[in-house]
């Protein structure tokens, strides 16, 4: 682990007596957010996981587990001092559980240890002094406990949350179950970001765009974050016909995925020149993948429908643009858009993912793993973000808006226009230019 630290036969970090505090460095796009920010207190940015277990949860077992995944992780253990953007401390590790971990016995319902629950890992987290992870565990009967989760978004996003739910998943199993130790994971601080490479692809023709409904989006959005309500919708049997066309075009269904939020977004706006960013198909590396940290992964598509006018021709132009973002060194958003002067270009956020992705949570050896609804936002940063997942259900979106920025009927009206441009992207695709030709 971190200089400063020694290991228990365990596996977890312990205090050296002779040494201060560890100080690593912290990476672009942790000053990035802190510099927006603006403090060390924030609950914005907290994500929040809950979940059901059923079966005869072993609370020591897990508190052991959870000792042994925060003594594996210097990044769970870290804190972000007020005075200083440039770098992170990691603190002795003695109480650092104790500040991590809440538990509370004999709860009368679920909706009871979920509500208490909230309290707490959805309060203002003080990056400053705790660190950016808490975990509640309320038992509610023998066959019945509650798991509660929250992550500031400096460390954790939906890849690190699966990242922490497998090592305390296999934690759980070699305390219960007896097993040999793990070796150990690949760390934030040794995952930098890639420098840019002489010759790397261009994204000029990407941004020489004027994109004058979506900046004008942006230039009508007040403050930081503000009022958000969220609208929902599924499809069914869209994603059978979405998957083959996939196949059909030799791209991935993010590709089609993307399109048709460019497309409805068109649509909705009254503008040939789309534009969207999101963070949920941004490049990686070997080392960060397997590391819980905070990464730059966003990329950014659009289009210029005057251009691409057909849905053939939107699909090759976002999978050309997907290709060059895939060539490049992960890069921190902001300074992708202040190089191509586009700092104005970032209200609509969009995910794509299939079902499988979102992982049931830790799975306890002896118990069963029941994931519930996250609550609705109450507030957001940008005026639309769409979450679609797509699986044997159908396709699922989930659509939050600024309420003090978009209203009316605009965001019904958008995510039944998803709808549209995926179903017909999902119908038979238009065929390229070699195919007519041998036709």
């Known amino acids: 682990m971190g200089s400063a630290h020694g290991s228990t036969a365990a596996g977890r970090a312990r205090p050296s007596a002779d040494r201060a505090p560890a100080e690593y460095p912290t990476t672009v796009q942790q000053r990035r957010m802190l510099d927006f920010l603006g403090g060390r ?33 210097d990044m769970i253990r870290s804190v972000y001092p007020a ?11 003695d109480g650092v559980l104790d500040a991590i971990v809440r538990t509370r016995q004999a709860v009368p319902t679920v909706e009871d240890a979920v509500r208490d ?13 705790e660190p950016p992870l808490r975990v509640w565990v309320a038992r509610i009967d023998a066959e019945t406990s509650v798991l509660l989760l929250s992550g500031h978004y400096l460390v954790f996003d939906a890849w690190s949350f699966m990242l922490l739910y497998e090592d305390l998943t296999a934690e759980y199993q070699r305390i219960r179950c007896g097993g040999s130790e793990r070796p150990q994971p690949a760390q934030y601080r040794d995952a930098p970001p890639e420098p840019p490479q002489p010759g790397e692809p261009s994204l000029g023709r990407l941004f020489d765009r004027g994109y004058a409904a979506i900046r004008s989006l942006s230039a009508r959005t007040p403050g930081r974050t503000g009022p958000a309500a969220t609208v929902e919708r599924t499809w069914a049997g869209l994603t059978p016909g979405l998957v083959a066309a996939a196949k059909a075009y030799r ?3 993010y590709v089609l995925g993307a399109v048709a939020l460019l497309r409805a977004v068109a649509d909705t706006l009254g503008t040939p020149q789309p534009f969207a ?22 990329l950014f598509v659009g289009l210029d429908l005057s251009a691409a006018a057909t849905p053939a021709e939107s699909v090759r132009d976002v999978d050309a643009q997907l290709r060059t973002w895939y060539a490049m060194p992960r890069v921190q958003w902001e300074t992708v858009l202040e190089d191509h002067g586009g700092t104005d270009l970032y209200p609509v956020k969009f995910a794509f993912f299939p079902n499988s992705f979102a ?14 609804r996250p609550p609705p936002a109450v507030s957001a940063r940008r005026p639309l973000h769409l979450i679609t997942a797509y699986g044997d259900d159908g396709v699922t979106a989930s659509l939050t808006y600024r309420t003090d920025v978009v209203g009316g009927d605009l965001p019904q009206g958008l995510l039944a226009r998803f709808g549209q441009q995926l179903a017909e992207l999902g119908a038979q695709p238009d065929p390229t230019p070699t195919e007519r030709e041998q036709r």
């Open 83 to 93: 005075h200083g953007r440039t770098y992170r401390v990691l603190p002795p590790s």
């Open 277 to 298: 960013g999101s963070a949920y198909a941004g490049r990686t590396t070997p080392q960060a993948v397997r590391a819980i940290g905070y990464f730059a992964t966003t």
């Open 41 to 73: 207190v924030d609950a914005h940015y907290l994500n929040v996981e809950s979940f059901v277990l059923r079966g005869p949860l072993d609370g020591r077992a897990l508190k052991a587990a959870l000792a042994g995944v925060v003594g594996r992780h």
């Open 359 to 372: 992982r049931p949570g830790p799975l306890l050896a002896g118990l069963t793993t029941e994931r519930l």
């Open 251 to 253: 791209v991935t269904p």
């Open 117 to 129: 629950g909230m309290a707490w890992v959805g309060s203002p987290m003080a990056l400053d002094r």
